[in-house]
């Protein structure tokens, strides 16, 4: 071979091995990127304080701890709400098992408020199908949901986006988010809209003649925006270049802001609740109470118009799920108006593949399990008009479910097998029952204007044409016109809908 020939040949190897160094670099899959990037996550705890105004309503705390071929996340949040007199406490946790590629692996998480307490267990299978378990005392339900793409921890979003490379301005993503907190799996549409700098605290010291933990020191973090966007709504979150969360401004103005530990829960642990509740003792009319319709008391209704309009003030409704198929919101002013009774446009079962994911299982609503699919059948029996269906099961509900106000997990199945719960659980079930006859439907949740306030409550959407609204906790279908919704999907808890609404005050017309 001529040293020509060699050197041809040591320059087409030279080419080969250079061309493989930028496929290698360049043409990564993203799994193989989240897989290298996660070797280097940091393990620690990061804290966030939790506001609705001025107040400090509660705290919520991320913890990464890395594992040989492994990654464990925990989550964990505490809102302290005061409502007539008292505070509502709820405490949730979760613990999540991730693969190096920040897969979830199994998940299992607990919930303890004044709506109930109950454990959750999920495993996803292959990559494909996700196995959710409810336990609640000596009562379990399990769901199984087929996924179409890798399931994503709300908590680790940013941290996904800033392994995959994926925090450019400018750029768009669709992903499979799961918030085991809120027993929720959503859609959630992320653009990356800009960087800027932010300033947060990373150390504290006491104050003394404030008797208050203040900063000490702090941190300069560049942060790129996210604008997520999903059915349950709308949200703003600064992420830094590692993935973690500086400050999320939440819908209708809650802000979540990462700081110090002692700021965050020593402040918290250490304020005045005895005033907060007292404040809360004697709420005016007009005002939200942050409370359900149960928890006050309430058994029944009184008659409204067919249309109510109430003036939103206090916060912006950004990021709320307002608008809709009855409801508008014109300058400061929210319209609401109630549908008379009208026929479907289509016969069961629903064929539409633009709704078939409402047509699904999810977690807690256990849609094709034998007994509600029984259930379903013997109460709808021949009738294939959807709205009519619809009618006879939220009858069906409201008479054989005895109203508890948050005394029972809230799962359709178990609300079936009890033949009691709070309104999450009558409007679970409404939705698996609806779903096991062919109907698509969604639980939405908001507030319902009683006795002079609002009052946190949830009810369903069905399709028969048209998204409409079924209160199975009142009989009510079509819903009157004092339900106000302000979010649809998952589960509507009363404490996170405190978090939803926060500083958003209403003024009846």
């Known amino acids: 071979m001529t040293r020509r020939h060699w050197a041809i040949l040591i320059f087409v190897l030279w080419a080969a091995a250079f061309a493989w160094l930028i496929k290698r670099e360049y043409f990564r899959t993203t799994a193989a990127r989240l897989a290298e990037a996660a070797l280097s ?15 400090q309503v509660g705290w919520a705390s991320t913890t990464i701890d890395t594992l040989r071929d492994s990654i464990k996340v925990e989550d964990a949040l505490v809102l302290d709400v005061p409502a007539r007199g008292r505070l509502r406490h709820t405490a949730a ?7 190096r590629a920040l897969r979830l692996l199994h998940i299992q998480s607990t919930y303890e408020g004044a709506d109930g307490a109950f454990r959750t267990r999920g495993e996803v299978l292959a990559d494909t199908v996700l196995r959710f378990s409810v336990i609640a005392g000596r009562d379990s339900t399990t769901t199984y949901v087929r996924l179409d793409r890798p399931v994503v921890l709300e908590s680790l979003l940013p941290l996904r986006l800033a392994f995959g490379a994926a925090l450019k301005p400018g750029a768009e993503y669709d992903l499979r988010v799961l918030n085991p907190l809120l027993l929720t799996l959503r859609q959630v549409h992320v653009t990356v809209a800009r960087e800027s700098t932010l300033v947060v605290p990373d150390s504290a010291e006491y104050d003394s003649t404030a008797m208050v933990w203040i900063a000490a020191h702090f941190d300069t973090a560049s942060a790129f925006r996210l604008e997520e966007t999903s059915g349950d709504g709308a949200q703003t979150v600064w992420v830094d270049a590692q993935g973690h969360v500086v400050v999320a401004t939440r819908p209708a103005g809650v802000v979540e802001t990462r700081s110090a530990f002692e700021i965050v829960h020593e ?4 304020r005045d609740t005895l005033r907060l509740m007292r404040a809360s003792a004697s709420p005016a009319p007009g005002d939200v109470v942050p409370a359900s319709v149960l928890d006050a008391g309430i058994t029944r209704l009184s008659p409204a118009a067919g249309e109510f309009r109430v003036v939103l003030s206090g916060a912006t409704p950004d990021g709320l799920a307002i608008d809709g198929p009855r409801q508008r919101v014109a300058d400061d002013t929210l319209w609401v108006a109630a549908a008379a009774p ?3 446009t289509y016969r069961l079962p629903s064929t539409d593949t633009a709704l078939a994911r409402f047509r699904q299982p999810e977690p807690l609503i256990p849609s094709l399990e034998p007994t509600i699919r029984g259930e379903a059948r013997s109460i709808v029996g021949a009738e294939r008009d959807p709205a009519r269906a619809v009618a006879a099961l939220n009858h069906w509900v409201s008479t054989e479910i005895r109203r508890t106000a948050g005394a029972d997990p809230p799962s359709a199945a178990l609300a079936l097998a009890a033949r009691s719960g709070d309104c999450d659980a009558h409007v679970l079930l409404l939705v698996a029952l ?3 006859a062919g109907i698509p439907a969604r639980p939405a949740a908001g507030l319902l204007y009683a006795e002079g306030r609002f009052y946190y409550h949830a009810w369903a959407e069905v399709y028969v044409g048209r998204w409409e609204t079924a209160d199975p906790t ?9 339900h106000l919704r ?11 809908l405190t978090r939803t609404i926060g500083r958003l005050k209403l003024q009846t017309q």
């Open 41 to 55: 996550v940091p393990p620690g705890a990061v804290f966030y304080r939790l506001d609705l105004g001025a107040q």
């Open 93 to 99: 946790r979760s613990s999540a098992t991730l693969s």
């Open 267 to 270: 402040n918290f642990r250490h």
């Open 342 to 344: 009208e026929s479907a």
């Open 434 to 436: 609806a779903r096991a």
């Open 474 to 482: 009142f009989d009510q279908f079509p819903a009157d016109a004092h």
């Open 486 to 496: 302000f979010a649809t999907g998952g589960l509507a808890r009363t404490a996170e």
